[in-house]
């Protein structure tokens, strides 16, 4: 094991037994090549055998209706003579053939043995983590230039994976060093006797590691949901009822910062949905509305309904919003659009990622829309609408 302050090495990749046993076995272009080569002189043996027996046996029977006046010796000589003619007419045809069909072959076989060589060697680097590498076209065919393609758009795919994994876990490590830090900085502190376990220590390192707790569980919740292992209970529920359970649940927190919360729940409107988890999913856009608007300023919550298959909860406030540059990054995980004042908050920077993952597994969608900043901020959730 690497100790706290040895980079961490990762472990070697594993021998990949299948590539050695490919190697001793004959490649695509070889196969082709023998299998060609098999099928002309299969062929040609066979043109031969028919040509040899059926041909004299019908010249003969043509000879004899035309009544053509030889002797036995004189037919049995025009007879050898025609066979004889046709056999080396024949060869020769079905020699020159082969041999042209075989070079056509070879040469066919050779492209497809370096198109294939160029497309094996990129997947084994794409294989090997280097997810920028290009599979280039064969040019054997739309099949051939399809799985090219595909190869490459896997490629791409997996490196934006990679390059997800990695900053995830950077930001990760950045959300856990400052509570763990803080808890150090004052378990030391406690230790050296510069300060006491009192309350505010305590009340301190409570607050840390509950910061820590839910930061686990945010982390979970957001794996559950985006590999479909949520557990959800969907049953037929109110939209407008949802709205107004969790604008009165916020109602305080909003009251005590000064941030006005006007409700619209619009008409009755049923939907197929779990209603801790959307109540969940409210939670977090109000809270982040909230973190977001000024004392004295207002967040508006609304239902509506665009079309008669959806429903719509909309969350607008008119505080700080989000420039232009940073509008697509908002639900990715840890994107914070300011990080300083986010932290200062004591946000996980995952309450949006978690949301839309939940309001997918319903079927539905998250968007996001900002005039830019200063301008507020507006979030639409959007379900499915049991019909009746």
């Known amino acids: 094991m690497s100790g706290p302050g040895e980079p961490q090495r990762r472990p070697a990749r594993p021998a990949r037994p299948a590539r050695a046993e490919r190697a001793g076995r004959a490649g695509l272009a070889p196969r082709l090549l023998i299998a060609q080569t098999l099928v002309l002189l299969a062929g040609a043996v066979t043109t031969w055998l028919v040509a ?6 019908i010249f ?15 037919a049995a000589h025009v007879e050898e003579a025609f066979g004889s003619a046709l056999l080396i007419s024949l060869g020769a045809a079905l ?21 294939t060589a160029a497309v094996s060697h990129s997947a084994s680097r794409i294989a090997d983590g280097h997810y920028g590498t290009q599979v280039p076209r064969p040019g054997l065919g739309a099949e051939f230039d399809q799985l090219a393609s595909t190869i490459n758009d896997l490629a791409q795919r997996l490196g934006d994976v990679e390059t997800t994994r990695r900053r995830l876990l950077a930001d990760l490590a950045h959300e856990m060093r400052t509570p763990l830090g803080s808890i150090e900085a004052h378990l030391e502190a406690v230790e050296d006797g ?13 607050g840390n590691t509950a910061r820590l707790h839910r930061l686990a569980e945010d982390i979970g919740a957001v794996a559950r949901a985006e590999e479909d292992g949520l557990d959800l209970r969907q049953v037929v529920v109110g939209a407008d009822t949802l ?19 006007v409700v619209d729940a619009g008409q009755p409107t049923s939907i197929l949905a779990d209603p801790d988890r959307i109540a969940q999913v409210l939670a977090n856009l109000l809270d982040n509305a909230l973190q977001h608007t000024p004392s004295g300023g207002s967040v508006h919550v609304s239902l509506r309904r ?40 004591g946000g996980s920077g995952i309450g949006l990622t978690i949301s839309k993952a939940l309001v997918e597994a319903h079927g539905g969608g998250l968007s996001v829309a900002s ?10 959730i959007r379900l499915p609408v049991v019909r009746p």
């Open 243 to 261: 709205v107004v359970s969790a604008t009165a649940a916020a109602a305080d927190a909003f009251a005590a910062h000064g941030v006005a919360l």
């Open 95 to 115: 020699t020159a053939s082969v041999i042209l069909a075989l070079g056509v072959t070879a040469f066919f076989t050779r492209r497809v043995q370096r198109s």
């Open 60 to 74: 003969h029977d043509h000879l004899r209706q035309a009544g053509v006046g030889h002797s036995t010796s004189e």
């Open 306 to 345: 665009p079309d008669p298959e959806w429903v719509e909860i909309v969350v607008a406030d008119d505080g700080e919003g989000i420039d232009a540059m940073h509008l697509g990054h908002i639900f990715e995980r840890f994107y914070r659009a300011d990080p300083s004042r986010s932290r200062i908050r």
């Open 52 to 57: 040899s027996v059926v041909g004299p046996s």
């Open 371 to 380: 005039p830019g900043a200063g301008h507020g901020t507006v979030l639409t």
């Open 194 to 206: 510069v300060r006491r376990l009192d309350d505010g220590t305590l009340e301190i390192l409570h």
